[in-house]
Every structure is written in structure tokens, then in C-alpha cells.
């Protein structure tokens, strides 16, 4: 069928009301935002160290933007899961991601994830670092004390010695292959689809050794379960000043520590961008959250979208050089 002139221009007049309409609802909808409650998606499973900073900050976020922010729990994969879905998410601003350091290293290790952390999504901000810390269980190996003490035991072993972390991709497991590769130990990694889950084998002696985040191992050395023998920082921590840093015992240049922050679904208004990051930023320099960071083993650490930008882009793919030059897989 052939068009006239005059249905053409009625068609294309049409086209371009439609258009202008949609773009001037879009701008109508940023600038009311938020109007109703927010998604925030944890890719973790509730109770560890992912979750518990998600908690916090969204009830922080919530007291500032007047809406209620509600915590969605989908862990799998390192995060790889939550972060597939959330690729194809709405992007109006009612549903955010945590981005942390095992989802952004997922791609390099499970097939399935399809998605870029450093362009598949917006950077907002990041929200806190992560120490983690090496330690073991008590009962299971009560002699340890030190880094060269746990790395002779696992060399002195039939078998390799068993270890966890908070799955594959963190940065305890990283940080664990890189000093294997250089023949420092013989350990194997044991993976768990989150922080809870590996502590609570390890508590109960399935694995004796955890390359831990400080949120999910603190109450357990504290309490007396667990030993610590080295921080994964390059200075000691406060909330465990007793504890010597790898660099002291000889291993520097090994440490590792997380991070995590923020993300919107890409084409996100950039208002909204803007909005969440300086009230981001507010937060993470009060007082308030400061101490109840502390209080379960994490940092404040704030970053504009740029930078967050950037440091997504470090990590995604300086660390997946150290994946893909030690073949190290999710198994």
C-alpha cells in the first residue's frame, strides 16, 4: 500500500507527537521522583556482609528521600544471577543493585553471566570497603598461629587443605589463588554462594580455613571460634589491632580487601544519578553511619560515578587478568 504525501506527513506528525509525549512524561517522571517505595537488590543472601551494609544504607536513603526502600535478597553465581535480571530492569529509578567485588569478577568465571559490570550498568556511588581477614577454625586446627604456620601445614598434607571464602571471584579467593600460584601453599578453594553459608561449614569443621570478609568473621573471633591469623589489608584494622597484616608476616603485595557500592540500569535519568549519589555522599559522612559501619567490620568509603566508573574498570579487568593467568574457575 502506498502512502500519499498527506497521510505521510500525518503519520510522521503523529510518530513525533508520540515520541515527544513519552520523552516529556519521562522528564515529568525524574523530576517527581520518588513518588513511591524503591527496590533495592542485594545479589547475596540475607546475613552477610553484602546484605547487613544494604540494610543500613537503605534505611539512611530511605529517611532522606521520604520513601520506603525494600531489600531484595537474589543470591547465585557470585551475583551473577541478580545481575542478569537487573540488566533488563526499568530504568526509572525505582530499582538499584549493590555492585560488589565477587559479582563484578562473575563474568570471568560463570559462562552465564553476560553482562559487563563496567558498562552494562550506571555507576552511583561506592558505599563502603570491606577488610577481610584469614582465619581458622580452633578446633580443627588449634596449633596455627601465623600465615607460614597454616601455609606449611597445607604443604606438609596429603591432601590439599581445604579453604572457603565468600565465593568465587571474592578477593579472598584471588588473593588465596595468586600466593598459591607462587608455591607459598597447597590449598583448594571451596565455594559457597555467599558469606554465611562458608562461615557456617567452617564453624562447624567441614573447612577449616576462611579468607573472610571482617562483617561475617568478627563476632565468630571475638567470641572465641575462630583464629585469626592475618588481616587482608595493608594496615592493621582497628576493630582487631592484635591481628598482624600479610605484609608483616612477609606476604605483601598479596593483601585483599572488598568493596562495595551502587548501581542504577543503564539510561537511568541523570538527575536521578546525581540525587542518590550526593545524598550518598551525606550519609556516608555522618556520624551516625560511620559507627554503625564500624560496629559490624566495614568502612565508609564514598566515590562519585566517575570514579566508581573507574574503579569498576580496574578491578573487572585487572583482577580478571589474575583469573585468566592462574586458570582459576568457580569450582
Do not use: C
Not at 543470591?75 to 563484578?104: C, E, L, R, W
Not at 577488610?131 to 604456620?149: E, F, G, H, R, W
Amino acid at each position: 500500500m502506498t502512502l500519499t504525501r498527506s497521510k505521510f506527513l500525518r503519520t510522521s506528525a503523529l510518530t513525533a507527537m508520540g515520541l515527544l509525549l513519552a520523552s516529556t512524561t519521562l522528564q515529568s517522571s525524574a523530576a517527581d521522583w520518588p513518588d513511591r517505595p524503591i527496590k533495592l537488590v542485594v545479589p547475596f543472601p540475607a546475613g552477610g556482609p553484602t546484605d547487613s551494609a544494604a540494610r543500613v544504607y537503605a534505611e539512611a536513603l530511605s529517611k532522606r528521600l521520604g520513601q520506603p526502600i525494600v531489600v531484595d535478597n537474589k543470591p547465585g553465581a557470585s551475583g551473577a544471577v541478580a545481575a542478569g535480571q537487573f540488566m533488563n530492569t526499568p530504568a526509572d529509578g525505582y530499582t538499584f543493585m549493590m555492585m560488589v567485588t565477587p559479582t563484578i569478577l562473575a563474568p570471568h568465571f560463570f559462562k552465564t553471566a553476560t553482562f559487563n559490570p563496567a558498562t552494562s550498568f550506571a555507576p552511583i556511588t561506592k558505599i563502603y570497603d570491606l577488610p577481610n581477614v584469614i582465619a581458622v577454625n580452633k578446633n580443627s586446627l588449634p596449633d596455627l598461629t601465623d600465615l607460614k604456620s597454616l601455609f606449611a601445614k597445607s604443604k606438609a598434607s596429603a591432601q590439599p587443605l581445604m579453604y572457603t571464602s565468600s565465593g568465587a571471584g571474592s578477593s579472598g579467593h584471588l588473593s588465596m589463588e595468586l600466593m598459591k600460584s607462587k608455591g607459598f601453599s597447597n590449598m583448594q578453594h571451596v565455594a559457597y554462594k555467599g558469606s554465611a553459608p562458608a562461615m557456617n561449614d567452617t564453624l562447624g569443621g567441614v573447612v577449616p580455613v576462611i579468607y573472610a570478609d571482617m562483617v561475617t568473621a568478627l563476632p565468630q573471633i571475638k567470641g572465641g571460634r575462630l583464629k585469626a591469623v592475618a588481616v587482608g589489608t595493608p594496615k592493621r584494622v582497628k576493630v582487631l589491632p592484635e591481628v598482624s597484616t600479610m605484609a608483616e608476616q612477609g606476604f605483601g603485595g598479596y593483601e585483599a580487601s572488598s568493596w562495595g557500592g551502587l548501581v542504577a540500569p543503564k539510561n537511568t535519568p541523570q538527575n536521578i544519578i546525581d540525587r542518590v549519589s550526593e545524598e550518598s555522599r551525606q550519609i556516608l559522612a555522618s556520624d551516625e553511619i560511620n559507627q554503625r559501619f564500624e560496629q559490624i567490620g566495614i568502612l565508609p568509603a564514598y566515590l562519585t560515578p566517575g570514579k566508581t566508573q573507574e574503579l569498576l574498570l580496574s578491578d573487572f579487568t585487572g583482577w580478571g587478568k589474575v583469573v585468566k593467568d592462574n586458570q582459576l574457575t568457580a569450582e
